[in-house]
DNA sequence: GGTCGCATAAGACTATAGTCGTAATACGTT
DNA sequence: AACGTATTACGACTATAGTCTTATGCGACC
């Protein structure tokens, strides 16, 4: 018995992914989650066999969200559902330790060979992609660990100084002392092996999804 | 009477790209650059109708490369010509005004008819690639006009702080004290409308190619 | 030949970033 | 229960970033 974890914030594409699925791989039992936080409760609580994420869910800071349920959850397998087709993010998802990339405009028997395939423990990716992707860097995925390595407060913090907040400011919205986010901010530069700001931002820039391009 | 500059740092590409012209379009005069100033030179120079640049070239800096080129020279076609195909970039060299974006996998034949289109005003996309590029964004392109404002030494400095510099090491390189180092990093914060380093650097790490992904 | 605008340069000063030492709390291990 | 370890937290201190002011050189323009 196979168990399937859709993680999407538009109700509509969950429910066409459902059908696309229910259709070609009845067997599969579907669940569902609009956000972050709910997708990580119920990978907690449940045995899920293969994770569909989408990358841009509330909570989820596109690539950030990833690299979070990879940290968590290190033998699930997840495949990446988003609408961009975006060779360059689509490596990086790849780098990340992803098994799979479908687009939105995937067919119902794209995606459901998609999920066959990955779960037999294939890397899937569409057809007229998979020529720019399969370069994996490793110096990326090598930083995209050190990243994952965080802990949950170091990566708040990383995300406002990407954001180009202030220490003060991120103090302010975390509700701690700006001491505190100096010291956050001074434990990032040691496991991310890098002295200053500037830095540690380039490298978030990097590991996230270009602010929108549409 | 056209004429047109090849402007990349391969000998050997230059010579397939002379090759491929002269077949096709004999009535072209070619010339040749094998870095940034050298274009600039000949630019300033000769009277030249159509420029096929490569970003990667020595003082080129990738799209800053671009961004100088059609800040010194507003109204003269340019096509680049680089051995990228991710899409995401692809879309901010034409959102910076370039008529074309030639791969170097492209034919002799596709070179000619890319080299036609955009001498008679169109803009030329390889075909497997034009769905994903067109939308172009106004936002990004507005960024890449206040950055193409900048003055050469506010550019340099610009770079470096992208590099994660700190001002000190970046008045050593530029031969300048740190005190003026820190007055072009003001200047360079009003003319694109922010406050802080971060966000400086964010913005050009977004203008340029990332950290090579080969 | 002024003079106007602008890039470059730099010192003095204030604000912010980053380091260090320390303490309290949370959590798994024995 | 006791222990080690990691995380969160924060104040005091130093280094760096950023602002303001002033000065000089240089090309455009009347």
Known sequence: MITLLIADDHPLYRDALRGALSLSLPALT????????????????????LLLLDLHM???????????????FPELPVAVVSGTEDTALISKIISVGALGFIPKTASAQDIANAVEAI???DVWL???LSEGVDDVNEAFSELADRVA????????VLCYMRDGLLNKQIGFNLDIAEAT?????????????INN?????????QLELEPPVQ
């Open 58 to 72: 509330p909570g989820s800071n596109d690539l950030f969200g990833l690299l979070h349920i990879r940290k968590l």
């Open 30 to 49: 579907l669940k569902e989650a609009g956000d972050l936080n709910t997708t990580v409760d119920i990978l907690n609580n449940e045995d899920i066999d």
């Open 197 to 205: 700001r500037t830095q540690a931002v380039l490298i978030a820039s």
């Open 119 to 121: 779960l037999d423990g």
């Open 149 to 156: 390595s965080l802990t949950p407060s170091q990566y708040k």
């Open 126 to 128: 569409p057809d007229n």
């Open 181 to 193: 986010v100096k010291a956050h901010v001074t434990a990032i530069f040691k496991k991310l092996g």
